[in-house]
């Protein structure tokens, strides 16, 4: 789940929302908001403007 996220963020060209996210990976918004969560606190994925996340 994490993992998934994470490469989507690091196949895109620009940051996404935590809906656009799920909408990519399949999977649901709450579920992507934990993978966030854990991405954030692990330093791999930065937040460039308010609810939008990119891979660092």
């Given amino acids: 789940m994490i993992d998934k996220v994470l490469e989507i963020l690091k ?3 620009e940051p996404l929302k935590a809906g656009e996210i ?3 990976a399949g999977i649901d918004k ?3 908001d934990k993978a966030i969560k854990s991405l954030k606190a692990e330093e791999k994925i930065e937040s460039p403007k308010r609810c939008y996340y990119s891979a660092k």
């Fill in 30 to 32: 709450k579920e992507v």
């Fill in 22 to 24: 799920a909408e990519k």
């Fill in 11 to 13: 196949s895109s060209s």
